[in-house]
């Protein structure tokens, strides 16, 4: 296989891993836009809820009413499923057209990759949810938090949190986050070149080293 394939496909596997190992990033990125916190502001603790007990005790129930124990594993999936297929589509334009069997091999891996990752991301969700129900008390006021717990035991508030993967395949917004995973894939051609280059460079300078301390 060419050199340059190898790293196409080095790079997709590499991409893919990242995917398939982020769902828990990628809900979180969703709530952020959807509750209307930056992500860089996730984790900031307030006075009020940093130990209260209280606020714990909300939050644990609204982690408990939106993600329902019996489900939160197949939330998970989904939303791990929902980025690796728009990565699949975004990155195919990368991948060496002239070797159909190396992509063959690629997406078999994929989809070994990708059932293996399920599997460790099952023994980390408890610990997930653990994490998440904390940063629910340290985020938010213990105002803030019972009007949530109050949303979510509507109907509607279960709904939300229910179809959060399906937000993210819906076509508008799937649309709109395949654009720019296209545009970023756009980078990655000259990025392998770039690094192709240097490879090669650092290669044939070693050499000439290597002759020269030979002489």
Excluded: C
């Amino acid at each position: 296989m060419p050199f340059a394939n190898t790293v196409r496909l080095l790079a997709a596997s590499s991409l893919f891993a990242l995917a398939a190992n982020n769902p828990a990033s990628a809900q979180a990125a969703f709530e952020s836009e959807t509750l209307g916190i930056p992500e860089s502001e996730l984790g900031a603790e307030t006075s009020e809820t940093a130990t209260s007990p209280e606020a714990m005790t909300v939050a644990t129930e609204i982690v408990d009413l939106g993600y329902p124990e019996a489900e939160r594993e197949a939330l998970f999936f989904a939303t791990m499923d929902q980025m690796v297929g728009q990565m699949r589509i975004a990155i195919a334009p990368t991948l060496p057209q002239d070797d159909p069997g190396a992509v063959a091999i690629l997406d078999d891996w994929i989809t070994e990759y990708t059932a293996e990752s399920k599997e460790v991301l099952r023994k980390h969700i408890p610990s997930i949810m653990a994490g998440m129900t904390s940063a629910y008390a340290k985020i938010f006021t213990l105002q803030e938090l019972n009007d949530i717990l109050a949303f979510v035991q509507t109907p509607s508030g279960k709904r939300f949190f229910a179809l959060s993967p399906a937000v993210v395949g819906e076509p508008s917004f799937a649309d709109a986050n395949q654009a720019y995973m296209d545009e970023s894939m756009e980078m990655l051609a000259p990025a392998q070149t770039e690094l192709i280059g240097r490879i090669m460079e650092y290669l044939e300078n070693k050499e000439t080293m290597e002759s020269t301390s030979q002489t």
